[in-house]
T-cell receptor, first 112, second 116 residues
Framework: AQSVTQLGSHVSVSEGALVLLRCNYSSSVPPYLFWYVQYPNQGLQLLLK??????LVKGINGFEAEFKKSETSFHLTKPSAHMSDAAEYFCAVTTNAGKSTFGDGTTLTVKP | EAGVAQSPRYKIIEKRQSVAFWCNPI?????LYWYQQILGQGPKLLIQ????????DSQLPKDRFSAERLKGVDSTLKIQPAKLEDSAVYHCASSLGRTQGPYEQYFGPGTRLTVT
């Protein structure tokens, strides 16, 4: 069975500071990894994904994530936070069979 | 391209009543998912369709929840009778299809259900 752990249900940063949202997973087979973002009263939307190839993947709005197989991690980063980045972020793992498991989410607050 | 449509957006019912949610996926997407997201938790897969066949319904409480996807397009999710613990946001998502790899999922706006 696969699982996803997002460390820290709430993260607060100042505008312009580094954003780091942590995600660790367990999977019996090499997974596909995703980060989704959810703004208030909206559906989840894809930020970025890792399937194969380069382990550092870039997404929308300046976010990127690095797949580290040895650490079973897929942490999300952004060099400089913007007020508009305030939202809830979900890490998800999908198997080759298409079964997806989501973490419990991290709420990002950006202080002016 | 139109996104995933869901209705209603909000629903308040009393326990033991029934409720139905509707979803229209992105045109051409073969795979459709229904998720339940309880406050403070991540989305949990209830059921996954590939065209009009069920791929995974292992976490669907079949004594009260049912879902169908007629003609491999629209889908409905029904709860009968509802319990207080069914209060959650119900997400519908779609993707191109399993045979072409685990494409990313496209989510609708969700339906917020409150059971009183």
């Amino acid at each position: 069975a696969q699982s996803v752990t997002q460390l820290g249900s709430h993260v607060s940063v100042s505008e312009g500071a580094l954003v780091l949202l942590r995600c660790n997973y367990s999977s019996s087979v090499p997974p596909y990894l995703f980060w989704y973002v959810q703004y208030p009263n909206q559906g989840l939307q894809l930020l970025l994904k890792y399937t194969t190839g380069a382990t550092l993947v870039k997404g929308i709005n300046g976010f990127e994530a690095e797949f580290k197989k040895s650490e079973t991690s897929f942490h999300l980063t952004k060099p400089s936070a913007h007020m508009s980045d305030a939202a809830e972020y979900f890490c998800a793992v999908t198997t080759n069979a298409g079964k997806s498991t989501f973490g419990d989410g991290t709420t990002l607050t950006v202080k002016p | 391209e139109a996104g995933v449509a869901q209705s209603p957006r909000y629903k308040i019912i009393e326990k033991r009543q029934s409720v139905a949610f509707w979803c229209n996926p992105i045109s051409g997407h073969a795979t459709l998912y229904w998720y339940q997201q309880i406050l403070g938790q991540g989305p949990k897969l209830l059921i996954q369709f590939q065209n009009n066949g069920v791929v995974d319904d292992s976490q669907l409480p079949k004594d009260r929840f049912s879902a169908e996807r007629l003609k491999g397009v629209d889908s409905t999710l029904k709860i009968q009778p509802a319990k207080l613990e069914d209060s959650a946001v119900y997400h519908c998502a779609s993707s191109l299809g399993r045979t072409q790899g685990p494409y990313e999922q496209y989510f609708g706006p969700g339906t917020r259900l409150t059971v009183t």
